[in-house]
């Protein structure tokens, strides 16, 4: 079997107020070529199929892996290139028997509501009902029914934070060998559950319901049982959270799909997010006796946030909070001026609040530039995130880590490649909803997420929406699934 593999990946904000554009998609790499050896998160998935294949007997060649860290609405013919050289390639080097993609599910262009919809069907009609079409997608996606009907299995990672790629991407390549060999049906059905919501999975009775869907796979004609939590802030018609089965048949697809959906609306409640305002989670700081962690989720770069905003510094600058550490504020102009000033100096700053409304005011500092460098910080499964050339300063006892390139903290590592160990500190505030936990899950005493104002506010029933409908969970109160 011949298996083309690509990856193209971003997660839209309609609220962001900036566009996902060429560069951001250069600044993490258009990468090509054998991905053995490399190491950016999508190449590591493709080298795992070169390997689960080759281990099989069968061929995997790979085209364009690319990703673009959230933010605003993908100008179309940026789009179209990035979607044509996928296309192009998958046509010019086949025949193959079987396409895999790395996709995130919520990317939107100019004209695209749902980009990956448009790719798959494009895929489907090029290369016909034969050949067998699979992807890997993010939780926080737009399941459509136009991705369904292109792709033959679409599997959702499971986890958040997302470090089970490797088991979806192993899943999808071995129901592609199963399928083509006969050996199993690929029925789907699906639920919308007409919710929107965040829901972490390191915890609480989300974890009991992952590793409960977890139990159902590979048994009984089941194949996967995908939960799509939904990205809140991509304005589109099929936004929100479904349920999808894939198994040998119909009739077991659906009763598995409503009794899982079933379960999903049943802890609804218990999973909903909780949050601190900014000063219960200043208070927090100093009066634990370990390490605090408060997650500025409204500013979460991760969720097309710009990464600057000064609501919880302004208040912690008023408060006279010390030993607490920021990151990271996305902002190359005054990383260039602390590079130029160099190690020791001290030099008036404006941080933050730069890019619009949504990051706040700027705030002026006198500050003390304790390190300047390149950092490649350690993401989830061993791949390396960029952060470009960064300053670490601090301020009356609050430390910054300024980057130039947009990202979330994924752990400690980026504060500490410039020197600032987080453990001599009482609290660190990281602009991201979850995927810090990877990195400061074990060093954390508390973690709070707080409601901070921003282009991601996690006040979910008041999202601007124009073309998705207003009748969801939780901003309409409903007494069952199906009400
Ligand atoms: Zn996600």
């Known amino acids: 079997v011949r298996i083309f593999t690509a990856g193209l990946a971003t997660e839209t904000n309609s609220f962001s107020p900036f566009a996902t554009g060429q560069q951001a998609f250069e600044d993490y790499g258009l990468i090509r070529g054998d991905p053995r050896g490399a190491d950016d998160i999508m190449s590591r998935g493709a080298a795992l199929l070169t390997t689960l294949a080759g281990a099989?007997?069968?061929?995997?060649?790979?085209?364009?892996?690319?990703?673009?860290?959230?933010?605003?609405?993908?100008?179309?013919?940026?789009?179209?290139?990035?979607?044509?050289?996928?296309?192009?390639?998958?046509?010019?080097?086949?025949?193959?028997e079987a396409v895999i993609l790395q996709l995130h599910g919520a990317m939107m262009a100019e004209g695209y509501d749902d980009c990956e919809g448009d790719m798959l069907s494009r895929l489907r009609h090029a290369l016909g009902r034969h050949v067998f079409i699979g992807a890997v997608l993010d939780p926080h996606a737009h399941l459509t029914a136009e991705m369904t009907a292109s792709a033959d299995v679409l599997a959702f990672m499971k986890e958040y934070p997302h470090t089970d790629g490797a088991e979806r991407l192993e899943t999808v390549y071995r129901l592609c060998i199963a399928a083509r060999a006969g050996a199993v049906g690929l029925a789907t059905a699906t639920v919308d559950m007409r919710m929107l919501g965040i829901w972490p999975t390191t915890g609480g009775a989300m974890r009991t319901f992952v590793d409960e869907i977890l139990q159902r796979e590979g048994r009984d004609g089941v194949h996967l049982v995908n939960v799509v939590h939904g990205f809140p802030w991509g304005d589109c018609a099929d936004n929100g959270a479904k349920v999808q089965v894939v198994a040998d048949d119909e009739r077991i697809a659906r009763r598995?799909?409503?009794?899982?959906?079933?379960?999903?609306?049943?802890?609804?409640?218990?999973?909903?997010?909780?949050?601190?305002?900014?000063?219960?989670?200043?208070?927090?700081?100093?009066?634990?006796p370990g390490l605090v962690v408060l997650a500025d989720a409204g500013d979460n770069p991760g969720g097309g946030a710009a990464s600057e905003s000064t609501f919880v510094l302004r208040r912690a600058l008023e408060r006279r909070t010390r030993d607490l550490g920021f990151g990271y504020f996305w902002d190359p102009v005054s990383v260039r001026l602390c590079a130029e000033a160099g190690t020791g100096a001290r030099i008036p700053l404006r941080i933050g609040g730069k890019v619009g409304p949504a990051s706040g005011d700027p705030v002026d500092v006198e500050a003390h530039v304790r390190g300047v460098g390149q950092i490649a910080t350690e993401n989830f499964s061993g791949s390396l995130s960029q952060l470009g050339q960064c300053a670490w300063v601090e301020v009356d006892g609050i430390h910054l880590i300024l980057t130039s390139l947009r990202s979330q903290p994924f752990g400690p590592d980026g504060f500490?490649?410039?020197?600032?160990?987080?453990?001599?500190?009482?609290?660190?505030?990281?602009?991201?909803?979850?995927?810090?936990?990877y990195g400061f899950g074990a060093i954390a005493s508390e973690v709070h997420i707080l409601g901070t104002p921003g282009t991601i506010s996690m006040d979910l029933t008041r999202i601007p929406f124009r073309k998705r409908g207003l009748d969801y969970w939780p901003r309409v109160a409903r007494s069952d699934l199906h009400g």
């Not at 099989?56 to 044509?84: C, I, K, M, N, W």
């Open 256 to 288: 598995v799909a409503l009794e899982t959906a079933e379960r999903f609306w049943a802890i609804r409640e218990e999973t909903r997010l909780t949050t601190l305002t900014i000063d219960e989670g200043l208070d927090r700081v100093g009066r634990c």
């Open 56 to 96: 099989d007997g069968h061929e995997v060649v790979a085209g364009l892996r690319t990703f673009a860290q959230p933010g605003g609405l993908t100008p179309r013919s940026v789009y179209e290139t990035l979607r044509d050289d996928v296309l192009q390639d998958a046509i010019a080097r086949g025949p193959f």
């Open 416 to 437: 500490g490649a410039l020197g600032l160990d987080v453990s001599s500190l009482k609290g660190v505030v990281v602009k991201s909803t979850q995927h810090f936990r």
